[in-house]
């Protein structure tokens, strides 16, 4: 087994920032494991026999991206932690590399199931990742009982991404900070609660 840091780990790394390079700059649609091969420098019978495939490559790039995302922020208020959710999340959309890189694969998923099982598992982590701040909400008494937890954490980027991939409208910290507002206020009214919740209840009764 190769140890950590090894030759293998070199090669998936230069082959999965190729890769992420390629889709920022170009798109899911130029993705070549010859090309990526060549741009990594190393062997294309190495690149074919690990992935086979660039929608292999696309998934192993978006589990590391998922393991490498910038862990779960803890404020102890539910819109400070959504905020710090939402700021993240600007911080990725907006970057020169990232925010291409994102378009390609959610464009590339709309027409290829592998690419979109991927993605859907990427968001999922990173949902997960950030439900507790809604959970732990509940137990402070802020949002009612019975509130989805990744319903909420869906509605804070939700809006962002809709900027990202239609170009509406500016996508800045005060855009982020109101997504976040929207979502607590929305989830303190129990729009979030299992049916049978009061709703407008900011908690337990």
Same mark, same amino acid.
């Given at each position: 087994?190769?140890?950590?840091?090894? =030759?293998?780990? =070199?090669?998936?790394? *230069?082959?999965?920032?190729?890769?992420?390079?390629?889709?920022?700059?170009?798109?899911?649609?130029?993705?070549?494991?010859?090309?990526?091969?060549?741009?990594?420098?190393?062997? #294309?019978?190495?690149?074919?026999?690990?992935?086979?495939?660039?929608?292999?490559?696309?998934?192993?790039?978006?589990?590391?991206?998922?393991?490498?995302?910038?862990?779960?922020?803890?404020?102890?208020?539910?819109?400070?932690?959504?905020? *710090?959710?939402?700021?993240?999340?600007?911080?990725?959309?907006?970057?020169?590399?990232?925010?291409?890189?994102? #378009?390609?694969?959610?464009?590339?998923?709309? &027409?290829?199931?592998? !690419?979109? !099982?991927?993605?859907?598992?990427?968001?999922? %982590?990173?949902?997960?990742?950030?439900?507790? &701040?809604?959970?732990?909400?509940?137990? =402070?008494?802020?949002?009612?009982?019975?509130?989805?937890?990744?319903?909420?954490?869906? *509605?804070?980027?939700?809006?962002?991404?809709?900027?990202?991939? %239609?170009?509406?409208? /500016?996508? /800045?910290?005060?855009?982020?900070?109101?997504?976040?507002? *929207?979502?607590?206020?929305?989830?303190?009214?129990?729009?979030?609660?299992?049916?049978?919740?009061?709703?407008?209840?900011?908690? =337990?009764?």
């Amino acid at each position: 087994m190769e140890r950590p840091g090894g =030759r293998t780990a =070199r090669v998936r790394a *230069a082959v999965l920032r190729a890769a992420g390079d390629v889709l920022a700059e170009q798109g899911f649609a130029h993705l070549d494991l010859a090309d990526l091969a060549r741009r990594a420098d190393v062997g #294309k019978t190495t690149v074919y026999r690990r992935w086979g495939t660039v929608t292999a490559v696309v998934t192993d790039l978006l589990g590391q991206m998922a393991v490498e995302s910038v862990p779960r922020t803890e404020t102890g208020t539910l819109l400070g932690d959504l905020r *710090a959710n939402a700021r993240l999340v600007l911080t990725t959309l907006t970057d020169p590399r990232q925010g291409p890189l994102f #378009k390609a694969v959610i464009a590339a998923a709309t &027409c290829d199931d592998a !690419t979109a !099982t991927a993605l859907g598992e990427f968001y999922a %982590t990173r949902i997960a990742e950030w439900a507790p &701040c809604v959970t732990q909400a509940i137990a =402070r008494g802020e949002v009612p009982d019975g509130t989805d937890a990744e319903d909420v954490v869906r *509605a804070v980027s939700a809006p962002l991404y809709y900027r990202l991939l %239609t170009g509406t409208g /500016d996508l /800045d910290e005060t855009v982020a900070d109101r997504a976040a507002e *929207a979502a607590v206020t929305a989830a303190r009214a129990g729009v979030f609660a299992a049916t049978g919740t009061s709703a407008g209840a900011p908690g =337990r009764t």
